[in-house]
């Protein structure tokens, strides 16, 4: 998680989700693009089971845009571009 800090925006934030063993971080580089580090708790597996329980009992569903692996590239800059409605998923066709 340390190397992603200096691809962090101005006011940007990495968001430590879960449990992490140690985590470097640089003041230089949080103080220069007013970037912060938060983490948040991301609950028990009873949690995250009773989650998916209400998912399918209220019939949410994620909305995908599909790629087979082959077309990464194309699927990457639909992403970087903002083109992507909702999410991007790549196929491995298995």
């Known amino acids: 998680m340390g190397a992603v800090q200096g691809g962090l925006g101005v006011n940007g934030m990495l968001m430590v989700i879960g449990a992490a063993q140690a985590l470097q971080v640089s003041p230089l580089i949080l103080i220069s ?54 999410r991007v998923v790549l196929t491995t066709g298995l």
Do not use: C
């Open 33 to 86: 693009g007013r970037r912060s580090v938060k983490g948040w708790y991301s609950g028990t597996a009873i949690d995250s089971q009773d989650t998916l329980k209400f998912s399918v009992l209220a019939g949410v569903r994620s909305m995908n845009e599909v790629f087979p692996l082959e077309k990464v590239a194309e699927a990457y800059d639909r992403m970087t571009s903002g083109k992507a409605r909702f």
